[in-house]
């Protein structure tokens, strides 16, 4: 009977604190990551700005495609977001200072 009552609590607990952080984790990527890359793509100059632009690029994709649009999907593309977007935002900086380093030739 102990056995039985502590599965199921480890059980409840699981499918709880899974949810729960899942839940963070969204709310992070989705919600509070943008803010400042909006701030400064709006306020910001130069290098930096033309990072939080790039940053931005998939944000903006997915919303556009209004991908995703299940629960299990949601998560997947949260966890594609973020490397996704370091890597347009690098090459958004990149970009940026070849193109200013070109023009002083």
Same mark, same amino acid.
């Given at each position: 009977?102990?056995?039985?009552?502590? /599965?199921? @609590?480890?059980?409840?607990?699981?499918? /709880?604190?899974? $949810? #729960? #952080?899942?839940?963070?984790?969204?709310?992070?990527?989705?919600?509070?990551?943008?803010?400042?890359? @909006?701030?400064?793509?709006? !306020?910001?100059?130069?290098?930096?700005?033309? !990072?939080? =632009?790039?940053?931005?690029?998939?944000?903006?994709?997915?919303?556009?495609?209004? !991908?995703?649009?299940?629960?299990?999907?949601?998560?997947?593309?949260? =966890?594609?977001?973020?490397?996704?977007?370091?890597?347009?935002?690098?090459?958004?900086?990149? /970009?940026?200072?070849?193109?200013?380093?070109?023009?002083? $030739?």
């Amino acid at each position: 009977m102990i056995t039985i009552t502590v /599965t199921a @609590v480890v059980l409840f607990l699981a499918v /709880t604190l899974t $949810d #729960f #952080f899942e839940f963070v984790l969204l709310s992070i990527v989705w919600c509070i990551l943008p803010t400042p890359l @909006v701030v400064t793509a709006i !306020y910001g100059r130069g290098h930096l700005q033309a !990072y939080a =632009i790039g940053a931005l690029v998939p944000w903006t994709a997915l919303i556009a495609l209004r !991908y995703p649009a299940l629960g299990s999907s949601f998560l997947a593309a949260s =966890i594609w977001l973020l490397p996704n977007c370091a890597i347009c935002a690098t090459l958004a900086a990149a /970009t940026r200072r070849w193109l200013l380093a070109r023009g002083r $030739d």
